[in-house]
């Protein structure tokens, strides 16, 4: 009974004092991501205790979570504001600072709030843990305040940007010493293991978290996280059901065992378990968590879909407009989609803590590009591969920008480029044929092309660009360079893909007719120009020179 009792009052989430059960409920509807819950929750615990500073940190901390944080620090602020000795409200402060790169600052709160929280009191009691040898006979349990402090510090540490591991793990020793048996910093210090790609310690302390508490879906959640990310799919997806027979409306558990299907392909698994999810959390960041992941799962129209029903009840979600410009690219709705992500830049601009990834100037260059605005598209282009320069293949498309500008100098040069990196692929040297072609080097085309057959050899395209090549080597057909490279296409080309092909494939017939002409050989003069009539029944050039043919 006495260990049931101080796993209870030992959790993060449950640290208040007459007001626990009430705020604990709160808390978890962030946990379980219902954001828009849990603020009304909040606003109605506030206006029986407007003054109560613990009150403003887990409602900020419900901003923070839903990666909103200049409305998280505010509501720190204002504990700060309506309670000064607060401890739990200047960690908050903290964190925003650290998280925004604010080091030295995010250290001057983060020491604010360990002075205070020696000596904070709840309801005039001082905060103690279970068992202390000077409670009075009527004070109320609550968790040891130093120890909140110690883990939110290290949590800032642990899962922002700008991480420092080991200052973490020595906070969350201190902390463990004042609160052995909380589940919550537990996993915090398993989370700081996994940080360090320590799979080994951070799966023994997440399930001493579970043992601590055997319902923590939390400490659940986390072991089916890291055995996600070591690959092990099966098993994080048996830990993410256990979890759900704890507690079916644990919503984490849905989304991310709808990503492991979405990774193996399987989306009509996943999505009924983001529709699941949404099910559970049908408020507007849900919605748009469920736009996102429908966008995850390559569901494009249905993410489309979605984000517009997501925008009717927040139009300011940044995100939003993200899924958005995705999912209209890859519908092949390229002006919509390039509006959307205008739109996602212009929202993104005014917001300092947003952060822009890769993939929003990749998408935003691709749609440029289908909107024929290239020279804007490189510079987007050259954004991304200056954030991420292993994406060797943006420097492919940069070069097929070029191309369509018609520089070919440019183009050439990225092209090469791309090849010397290593792992050119057949469109690499399909642009840099053509670009060497058009630039009129036809000796480097000749290169290239050879390259390129070589690479696949059964593609009919390069043996055509080959004879094309050929045929400007040898414009007075002194040397009939282009006969075999022409003959090679013939062979490569496939029946069905005829029609499509029909203009190249007259040019084969009439030179290959052409070629026999001068060789006299009558029959394969006629052979030739009938291929022609077979694809162009009204070819002039054809009816008359089988009209004058004398075989």
């Keep these: 009974m006495k260990t ?90 903290g964190k925003i600072k650290w998280y925004k790169g604010k080091q030295a600052e995010a250290k001057t709160d983060f020491y604010k709030a360990a002075t205070l929280a020696k000596t904070y009191k709840y309801d005039g009691v001082a905060a103690i843990s279970e068992g202390g040898k000077n409670t009075p006979p009527k004070a109320k349990f609550v968790l040891n305040s130093e120890a909140v402090v110690l883990a939110k510090t290290a949590e800032a540490y642990i899962k922002s940007e700008n991480k420092n591991v080991a200052d973490a793990q020595t906070l969350l020793a201190q902390a463990i010493k004042l609160e052995p048996n909380n589940p919550e910093i537990i996993i915090l210090t398993g989370d700081a293991y996994l940080e360090q790609n320590d799979g080994t310690k951070a799966i023994e302390y997440y399930e001493k978290a579970g043992a601590l508490d055997p319902k923590s879906v939390k400490s659940i959640l986390r072991q089916g996280q890291l055995f996600y990310r070591a690959k092990n799919y099966n098993l994080a ?52 968590n469920y736009a996102g992941s429908l966008n995850r799962a390559k569901q494009y129209k249905e993410s489309i879909e979605a984000v517009n029903e997501a925008l009717k009840c927040d139009s300011a979600n940044i995100y939003l407009y993200r899924y958005k410009g995705y999912s209209q690219y890859e519908t092949g709705d390229y002006p919509n989609g390039l509006a959307a992500m205008n739109k996602f830049f212009d929202k993104a601009a005014k917001k300092t803590d947003f952060k822009i990834i890769v993939e929003d100037y990749e998408y935003r260059a691709k749609l440029l590009s289908k909107n024929n605005k290239d020279s804007l598209a490189i510079l987007d282009y050259a954004k991304a591969l200056e954030a991420h320069p292993d994406k060797i293949e943006l420097i492919g498309d940069i070069a097929t920008a070029y191309m369509k500008m018609k520089k070919w100098a440019e183009a050439i040069s990225f092209f090469n480029k791309k090849i010397a990196l290593g792992k050119p692929n057949i469109n690499d040297y399909y642009g840099l044929v053509r670009a060497y072609y058009y630039s009129k080097d036809f000796v480097k085309a000749d290169s290239a092309v050879a390259q390129m057959i070589q690479l696949q050899p059964d593609l009919a395209l390069g043996h055509l660009w080959k004879a094309k090549v050929n045929i400007q080597e040898d414009l007075k057909n002194e040397k009939w360079l282009a006969k075999a490279s022409y003959e090679a296409y013939l062979a490569k080309v496939k029946p069905e893909d005829a029609d499509k092909n029909k203009r190249d494939l007259i040019d084969a017939y009439n030179y290959l007719a052409a070629y026999y002409a001068e060789k006299k050989d009558c029959a394969s003069v006629k052979l030739y120009m009938q291929k022609v009539l077979e694809l162009d029944p009204a070819n002039a050039q054809a009816k008359k020179v089988l009209a004058g043919l004398k075989c």
């Design 4 to 93: 049931v009792k101080l796993l209870f009052i030992s959790s993060i989430i449950s640290s208040t004092s007459m007001y626990s059960q009430t705020l604990s409920d709160a808390v978890k509807q962030t946990t379980n991501e219902q954001y828009e819950t849990a603020e009304a929750s909040f606003k109605a615990l506030l206006q029986g205790q407007p003054n109560n500073g613990d009150i403003y940190f887990y409602y900020g901390e419900n901003y923070f979570k839903n990666e909103n944080l200049e409305m998280a620090n505010t509501l720190y602020q204002k504990g700060v504001d309506v309670n000064a000795t607060n401890p739990l409200c200047y960690a908050g402060l």
């Design 237 to 288: 997806l048996d830990l993410y059901k256990k979890a759900l027979s704890i507690d079916s409306l644990f919503a984490p558990a849905y989304l991310e065992m709808a990503e492991i299907y979405v990774l193996a392909g399987q989306f009509n698994k996943a999505v009924p378990l983001y529709k699941r999810y949404l099910l559970l959390n049908n408020n507007c960041s849900a919605r748009a």
